[in-house]
């Protein structure tokens, strides 16, 4: 029967609950529910209306050699035969996320037949140009935006039921009878947000690609804070830990939206698993609910979450509402460190999922060493604020052991690099992270990322998200100018190659990286691509 | 400017309207609409769900090669995986018009990404066999069936905008993750018709054959009345005046709706160009309004419906009210003929649409003769049955000197046949048009009918609308035994091929014929199809 390992889990979950400790873990999930229900944050909508027309050209100098060009203004468009429009491209000359409305008006005396129409939506021109039909990628199809509908009556207004992320919508006509004309007579997006605070201008001092930067880099946080903080608005839509951790140190720079940290925070308790963990990523509809995937990483971030958050806010209510989720995520993970001070990353890698980056060839060992000795400081530092220090008082003796034996066994003395696994490999992600947890010395940190440059082989970050972690550690070790390079050059190259929004996905020699064995399906607008925000912000002395 | 053709017929009819004679018609016009909207008629709805589950296989016995085997209760269905379900078949056991519903569930505790669904709706299994993406038909694509829906919470009910006719439908998962699973956990149609009033039984004594040629032709009609007369409720789904005779006909013999054919009646009437020509056909929706396509038989049949529905009903007030359409009908079309007494057919073919089969190679110009001079005499009829002859006094001595020209130019008495046109082509429609004028005699009418069976080249009825004027010719003629024959053979050859409703086009010897060079946009529920309930319940010593 299909159903058999759904209903095992179901009736150990049930046959679980019977002690007094789940009824009390069941009630307290409850009351956190209950409470991020308290804080729905409020979207604000807007009507947006394309602003030009243009056509895609083959451009080998542009993102995926797609590029853009005018063509013709709007009032065109919706005033000419939808027949003889087919095809063209509505430009709304910013990103944005919301609901679509269109209408259709006929032209002439004569509507003798049904209609169908295609809309395509992109949120680069790469996506609007090519076609779907030869979609080979790992995530499921219905991500790509396009939409077909019938029509049967003139004149008609429709609004799409899936809530839409583009820039470009390309509209095409894949029926209509030869005797009948029609045009396509007005078409906007009900955009939204749940980011509304007017944002502090930088100084006027500030250079023009820091500004550019700083500009692409709220519109994709904006553009991802919705009912939670998402992801990616196009996909997969959802609250993530690790892109949360990003977007509320940018958040707290920019539009002060505590109250949806807030609630974020409690929809991610409330939906913790039977044995405390939180789970790394949630659904908000029709009920929140969270997928049973475990991710250490994540697990230990919301700690490092609690404590920024708390820093941010003083809102120590909530925060000491919080703690025994904290307090569950250390000793949850624990037990996966050996004697010697080092995690055992295969014991580690079976119970868990461990992510850091999109990179697949990306040893994680000794960034999970860093990582979890970062989380176990943090989350002592939180304990001690909270004056609950002596619940976790084994945390000192733990995270020093880790860190000698990490400077014992993970350091290449000779090279000057930390490495990683048994293929000792080198890598931005464990200097990174050997550095954030202070295993690594200033010296010895600023020598690391230095010496990178003269090794070959380094494997390099993959994804936008563990560059944010390589620049934080570079400014904690004295490398502002390299962090400012740094930054420029990754951020900047998305911008120089048209990035309205920033990318999940950036591998300047390789326009088309996925993750997903399909560009058309990585999101363009992605949260943790916001992260210039909360550093031009946080060190303008460094990106000005 | 693309406009201007549009803003010239505007300008016309503003500045035509600015007469009094106009004024008049205008108002006349408003209130026929206004009295259409008085017998809007009640659409009664029923929900209905799949009988079955069906696949389709590969069998040259039956109707386009393509019959249908059973393959498991819908219960299996709607309790498993739609991914493994992807491409079965519901077959709802019958043919059904409305809005579909469908719902989705979660299976297991993952949900991570949007789906997309293809539903194809098939009146036949060919329609839910074959490919739509190589379709190149005339008619717009928008017609073919096939709704994709991309969905992004679990669970969720969609109901798909635009009103199906079909019985079967394949469900087919073009998007889901790979971890991630779930079911169509139903599936039914709210199914409209306004036909409701239970039908006479046929006497127990009728051949099998009969009986199922009538429940046929009936579930046809039913599937056809909905907020009008419909040609066919997958397309065009519309009134028109050829299937409304037939339609009124056989309704009258079974399911009585009288109010229907009034409301059909008056919207005609109130949609009739500024000369009174009646349009051939019309849309309801958003507003009544007609296409200006101006086509002469149908025009002309107007008049012999409101004569037939006056003596089924008596309903004198309402046909006292369009009588004056009527005569507009005779005025415009009166002037094609020559003094001769025929048709210039040249001259007539120039200015309107003329129609009576689809059949390419038909030669029309003795059709034309025979239906003016047929519908011109039910006209004299009606007046007289009014008390109005003295506005038409001019019709018995116009519609004698039409016989007399058709008689002496139209039959070759050698042959004992009518032909048309300049190539003499011999037909079954100039022979029945020729007969239910009255120009063909009982016996040269019989004898050109059966002369058809020895000659060669003889052009056949190409639709089931031509049929039914052949029948009714040959009933006319006393040829009974042949038209329970041709009735039997043609009807019942749809049901030996599969039929549940009867087809738009049916030729024996093609399956795949169509007007529209695409037999999956066919109708294959359409209403001039459904005359067989007329004559087997009119001439029930014929059809026994």
Redesign the interface.
């Known amino acids: 029967m299909?159903?058999s390992?759904?209903l095992i889990?179901l009736c150990i979950w049930i046959a679980s609950s019977n002690s007094s400790a789940q009824h009390h873990a069941d009630y307290e999930r409850s009351r956190w529910l209950a409470a991020a229900s308290n804080f729905e944050p409020q979207l604000f909508t807007q009507v947006k209306r394309p602003v030009r027309v243009v056509s895609t050209t083959e451009d080998e100098s542009a993102f995926q050699g797609i590029g853009v060009v005018f063509k013709e203004n709007t009032d065109l468009f919706f005033n000419?035969?939808a027949k003889e429009n087919s095809g063209k491209i509505l430009d709304f000359g910013e990103h944005l996320t919301g609901h679509v409305t269109f209408s259709v008006e006929q032209?002439?005396?004569?509507?003798?037949?049904?209609?169908?129409l295609k809309f395509t939506f992109g949120e680069t021109p790469s996506e609007v140009a090519t076609s779907f039909d030869s979609y080979n990628g790992?995530?499921?199809?219905?991500?790509?935006q396009d939409?077909?509908i019938?029509?049967?009556?003139?004149?008609?207004s429709?609004t799409f039921?899936?809530?839409l992320a583009f820039r470009y919508v390309k509209m095409e006509v894949?029926?209509?009878?030869?005797f009948a004309d029609f045009k396509v007579s007005g078409l906007y997006v009900s955009a939204s947000t749940s980011a509304k605070a007017r944002v502090d201008s930088l100084p006027a001092s500030t250079s023009k690609l820091i500004k550019k930067i700083d500009q692409v880099a709220l519109h994709t946080l904006s553009e991802c804070m919705q009912t939670v903080f998402e992801d990616g608005p196009k996909?997969?839509?959802r609250l993530w830990i690790g892109d949360l951790y990003l977007q509320m140190l940018a958040n707290h720079h920019s539009f002060k939206n505590d109250s949806l940290v807030k609630h974020c925070l409690y929809l991610i308790a409330g939906l913790s698993y039977d044995n405390g963990t939180v789970p790394p990523t949630l659904?908000e509809?029709?009920v929140p609910n969270a997928?049973?995937?475990p991710l250490l990483d994540y697990a230990l971030i919301y700690n490092v979450i609690l404590r920024e958050y708390l820093l941010q806010t003083g809102d120590t209510r909530t925060i000491e509402d919080l703690w025994p989720v904290a307090k569950k995520q250390v000793e949850n993970t624990m037990s996966y460190i050996n004697n010697d001070g080092l995690v055992d990353y295969e014991r580690t890698d079976k119970d868990w999922w461990i992510f850091f980056d999109w990179h697949e060839k990306l040893d994680k060992q000794t960034s999970l060493q860093g990582c979890m000795i970062w989380a176990y400081q943090q989350t002592y530092d939180l304990a001690k604020i909270l004056g609950k220090e002596g619940e976790v008082e084994y945390l000192p003796e733990l995270t020093q052991r880790m860190s000698k034996a990490a400077l014992d066994s993970l350091y290449d003395n000779k090279m000057g690099v930390f490495f990683s696994g048994a293929d000792k490999q080198v890598s931005y992600a464990s200097q990174a992270w050997m550095i954030l947890s202070g295993v690594a010395s200033k010296v010895i940190g600023s020598n690391a990322l230095q010496n990178l440059n003269q090794l070959e082989g380094v494997t390099k970050p993959g994804s936008p998200y563990l560059y944010h972690f390589v620049i934080e550690a570079m400014i904690k070790v004295g490398l502002e100018e390299d962090a400012r390079k740094r930054l420029e050059n990754y951020w900047g190259g998305m911008i120089n190659k048209g990035a309205d929004t920033f990318w999940e996905v950036y591998r300047p020699e390789d326009d088309f990286a996925s993750p997903y064995n399909a560009h058309l399906v990585n999101s363009y607008c992605h949260a943790w691509s916001c992260t210039p925000v909360y550093f031009i912000r946080k060190y303008p002395h460094i990106f000005k």
């Open positions: 299909k159903n390992p759904l889990i000419t035969s032209i002439g005396l004569i509507f003798d037949g049904a209609i169908r790992t995530l499921s199809r219905a991500w790509l939409e077909t019938t029509i049967t009556e003139m004149p008609s429709v039921s899936r809530r894949v029926g209509c009878s030869d996909r997969d839509r659904y509809r029709p997928p049973d995937s």
